[in-house]
């Protein structure tokens, strides 16, 4: 994982305990997450709708609603 051991990453731990304090962690991770799981979801959805002409048909259509 780009050369990062154990090591480094408990040091990146503590210093963002620091940084941000031990309240804010859950909130911290949670973004993460969130920002992960949005980020897969948008290049899954990317793909899909590029193999299928209905679903851009569509997308065309909701973009010139707008």
């Known amino acids: 994982m780009f050369g990062i ?3 480094e990453l ?10 941000f304090g ?3 962690m859950p909130e911290i991770g949670a973004g993460i997450g969130k920002g ?15 193999d299928d002409p209905s679903k851009t ?4 259509d909701k973009k010139k609603d707008e």
């Open 22 to 24: 031990a309240g804010k």
């Open 57 to 60: 048909e569509h997308l065309e």
């Open 36 to 50: 992960i799981r949005n980020f897969k979801k948008a290049v899954s959805s990317d793909t899909d709708d590029s």
């Open 10 to 19: 408990i040091v990146v731990l503590v210093i963002i305990m620091i940084v």
């Open 5 to 7: 051991g154990m090591p």
